[in-house]
């Protein structure tokens, strides 16, 4: 039988054969890319020619093009559609993927080359700026991986890098067994009380499908739960809280302590390696922020006025419930006091959020009056699984333009949380155009019930969208480039400014409407959703702030002080204490042990990028809102000097073309109530 990653795929947009894929397709599909990746890498490194850019830098982009086949689809489905087969495939493959990146990055035939080109390019005048970009960053980056070490230095980066490979495999695999094992079993309807049909009815297919009786709410990725917000059960709340806090350090199988510990260690040791104090000094001098110091200067300069705004928060509704507001409790006393000063609760809001309106109406709406997208669905074409989605996207005057999935309810075999991720890059070099997916973990509720979202369910779509937006939209010639490849702190950017639509007048009137009867959003619903702007930020600061500060803490250690460290709960309560986080009821939204953006998600020691990114979000807001809102005209600046150009531009002097100057932090202190 023909392996499907042997040659590119004949379907539209290259969108992968996802029905003729089979498990047993991706060992050989994997060796037989890494080895022809190899002779290619080599053949480049080992020509007689002198290096140039097009034998070089353009050899090196046109590369591994097989093994980029099966690691795009190879990656989405351990994600969103993951069997222990699968996983048991993604320890293998890990380390070994892992060796073979190094291979190419610290060949010092290779890096000798990229130099060789860079020096040329600095002396000759009219390059082209994307050409000149790609040598610099290829360049940047084969440093920053280790390309200069001696042999010896290299040798133990390899194992190093290997070892974490297998570690951060593990902590993800534990993190979603462990969080499909805590998932709360509840018997007795009486203690579901505030849920509405829909919550239960999804409630009761877990359980379901878990061949168990009564129901089951299964944990979300983040601290917490949104049904929170909903149950009156205050004993029903505490326990999904403690379970949801307590993933990843339950002493069983999947308890992921030490794995965190040799992580952090391991990371530790190669920052030394490689000439840095630290991880984060190795991860900031990539970045637009450039030195941990910076980020501190942010981060803890946040902290007095969100914590202090967490404390008064808690007081007032203390008083609001009548009772010492927990952990457990905020949520749900939130919701009372938004329904007593907002008359915009959550159970009023869902009945509006039907899924596919607010798809539709809402998210592609706004694409279409911004950026002159339309959006047909394909039913023709077949995503991984059954329940995902497909869609053309094609530009105003009828040119394609990509392929859009949506992946939108929550099943066992997905990773928590919600994201974006390429299966087809965009590259002019290659002639593909983009082909991204957005996965959310909506619990799906009864055949035949609508799907109903909360108001956070409907800001992660729009968010997410955001960045699908960013990959649909770029247009650069060379892959390393495409959509969302920029710098880690500045890739959130884009979807956070996407998040200011769900709540524009003109949006929300054409997608907040009653799932049942088709009538617009009560005005009074609207003017607590626009009243609402601001409230509880304190809460959400300082969740967030505990989560991005715990990152920094575990990555600002040297290799020494990450030897020292034996004790995970006892390393986070110092952490957080002697950054000043002082708030009982308020968790990070990620504690260490479910920490997978840093762990094993490729934000470790990045984690600060979303309030980085936000700075520049806030202040895009107030220019859209100076510049005629949802416009084409405003869409197609911000299409046009940022989303356009990927990663093919500095981020911050992208900015500065689109803004005209750099971002003021004005904005962002107005908006979480800083300042």
């Known amino acids: 039988m023909a392996n499907p990653f042997d040659e590119p795929s004949t379907l539209p947009y290259a969108l992968p054969p996802f029905r003729d894929v089979r498990t047993e397709h991706f060992r050989p599909a994997y060796e037989a890319g890494m080895a022809e990746h190899r002779a290619e ?17 353009v050899a090196l982009e046109r590369s591994g093009q097989r093994l980029q086949r099966v690691e795009m689809v190879f990656s ?23 060796a073979h990146r190094d291979a190419i990055v610290l060949d010092a035939r290779l890096y000798a080359r990229v130099r060789a080109v860079q020096e040329q390019l600095a002396a000759e005048p009219g390059v082209a700026a994307e050409d000149r970009r790609l040598v610099e960053r290829t360049a940047t980056e084969m440093t920053l991986a280790g390309a200069g070490l001696d042999e010896a230095g290299k040798e133990r980066l390899t194992a190093i890098n290997a070892q974490l490979s297998t570690l951060t495999t593990t902590f993800e695999r534990n993190l979603l067994e462990d969080t499909n094992d805590a998932a709360v079993h509840v018997t007795d309807e009486a203690e579901l009380a505030g849920l509405d049909d829909g919550a239960k009815s999804a409630a009761a297919g877990a359980a379901t499908d878990r061949g168990l009786d009564g129901w089951l709410v299964t944990l979300p990725l983040y601290t917490g739960h949104p049904w929170l917000a909903s149950l009156t059960d205050r004993g029903l709340r505490q326990r999904v809280m403690e379970a949801s806090l307590s993933r990843g350090r339950r ?7 030490e794995v965190l510990l040799q992580i952090v260690r ?21 970045e637009t ?4 110091e910076a980020v501190d200067g942010l981060l803890s300069s946040l902290v007095p006025a969100a914590t202090a705004n967490a404390r008064d928060e808690r007081e007032v509704r203390s008083r609001t419930v009548g009772f010492e507001v927990e952990s457990w409790d905020w949520a749900f006393a939130t919701e009372v006091l938004r329904g007593e000063q907002f008359a915009a609760d959550s159970s009023a809001l869902r009945p509006y959020f039907e899924a596919d309106r607010v798809l539709r109406d809402g998210v592609f709406h706004a694409a279409g009056a911004l950026y002159g997208l339309s959006f047909g669905e394909r039913a023709d074409l077949h995503g991984y699984n059954d329940e995902v989605r497909v869609f053309e996207v094609t530009s105003e005057d009828g040119e394609p333009v990509g392929l859009y999935l949506l992946d939108l309810y929550t099943r066992d075999g997905k990773r928590g949380g919600a994201w974006m991720n390429p299966v087809v890059e965009q590259s002019a070099l290659l002639g593909t155009l983009p082909v991204v997916v957005n996965n959310l973990n909506v619990p799906k509720p009864a055949a035949g019930s609508a799907t109903l979202l909360t108001q956070d369910e409907v800001e992660t779509l729009f968010h997410e969208f955001g960045h699908a937006l960013h990959g649909l939209i770029a247009r650069t010639t060379y892959p390393r480039f495409s959509g969302t490849n920029v710098e880690r702190d500045f890739v959130e950017f884009p979807s956070q400014v996407n998040e200011m639509w769900l709540s524009w007048p003109s949006v929300l009137a054409n997608y907040a409407k009653h799932h049942e009867t088709g009538e617009p959003m009560p005005p009074e619903l609207v003017l607590g959703l626009s009243d609402a702007a601001g409230f509880n930020e304190g809460f959400a600061t300082t969740e967030y702030l505990a989560a991005a500060l715990l990152d920094q803490a575990w990555h600002r250690l040297s290799a020494a002080e990450a030897q020292a460290v034996t004790d995970v709960e006892a390393f986070e309560a110092q952490a957080l204490a002697a950054a000043g986080i002082d708030a009982p009821a308020v968790p990070p939204r990620y504690s260490s042990t479910y920490f997978a953006h ?14 980085w990114s936000e700075v520049l979000d806030a202040d895009t807001v107030e220019w859209f809102r100076e510049h005629g809102g949802l416009s084409r005209e405003a869409g197609e600046r911000f299409a046009t000097k940022l989303l356009g150009v990927g990663g093919s531009v500095d981020p911050l002097e992208a900015y500065r073309d689109f803004r005209g100057r750099d971002a003021e932090v004005g904005p962002l202190l107005r908006r979480r109530g800083l300042e």
Do not use: K, M
């Open 41 to 57: 890498v080599e053949a480049i490194a080992t020509q007689s020619e002198a290096p140039t850019f097009e034998n070089t830098l």
């Open 76 to 98: 989405t489905l351990t994600a969103a559609d993951s069997t222990d087969e699968l996983r048991d495939l993604e320890a293998e493959f890990s380390p070994l993927l892992s």
């Open 251 to 257: 002493g069983n199988a999947f308890d992921n302590r």
């Open 266 to 286: 391991l990371r530790a040791e190669r920052a030394e390696l490689l000439g840095f104090p630290n991880h984060a000094a190795v991860v900031t001098a990539d």
């Open 289 to 292: 922020a450039g030195t941990p």
């Open 598 to 611: 840093t762990f094993a998600g490729g934000y470790d020691a990045g984690y600060y990028g979303y309030i």
